[in-house]
């Protein structure tokens, strides 16, 4: 399955200074709720989003009915389950058309300082521009085309994010803000 470099330290990141900046998958942002396998809605107990805190957003109205907010953290997951399925798909697609090469990277943190990532996998742009017609269009069709050359722009992001990540830790370290 993909995943998405969000930050290149190994726990936490330097991006939280402007929230609205930072992309935030629908993987995270639907927490503290998750659909099972067999679409059955579950949460983190333990998180702070859940409580009877009287200030909170209720999830059921009085009547015991789904209040509006639950109406639509529902909805939201059930898209997430459907587009976990087209993405699982998508992956599948590329593995039998053997779209999918080996790739790693070293990303220049600092003066003195390289992070190396191994063991990831990416489109290959050649098996890409060469696909037949016929799976142009299916690929076209189905949103993969789009998704494939995202995927393929987003390799170049990885820069620009050691970039901000080294800016952030360069401020972090005078103090400024």
């Known amino acids: 399955m993909p995943v998405a470099v969000l930050s290149l330290r190994q726990e936490g990141n330097d991006l939280k200074t402007r929230a609205a900046e930072v992309y ?3 993987f995270i942002r639907r927490y503290p709720f998750a659909l099972s396998d067999d679409g059955v809605v579950v949460f983190d107990r333990k998180s702070v989003f ?3 805190d009287p200030e909170g957003r209720p999830l059921f109205n009085d009547d015991g009915s789904n209040s509006k907010l639950l109406d639509d953290i529902l909805r939201f997951l059930y898209f997430m389950d459907e587009q976990y399925k087209r993405t699982r798909e998508f992956c599948q697609a590329l593995a039998e058309a053997e779209m999918l090469v080996p790739f790693n990277a070293t990303v220049r943190l600092g003066q003195e300082r390289n992070l190396r990532m ?6 290959d742009q050649k098996k890409l521009d060469a696909l037949d ?4 269009v299916e690929f076209y069709r189905k949103g993969w085309l789009a998704w494939a050359i995202a995927h393929l722009a987003s390799i170049g992001a990885l820069a620009r994010l050691a970039q901000r990540q080294s800016r952030a830790g360069e401020a972090a370290q005078t103090g400024a803000a």
């Open 118 to 123: 191994d063991s990831l996998w990416m489109i």
């Open 50 to 52: 859940i409580g009877e």
């Open 133 to 136: 017609d016929g799976k142009v």
């Open 24 to 26: 935030l998958p629908a």
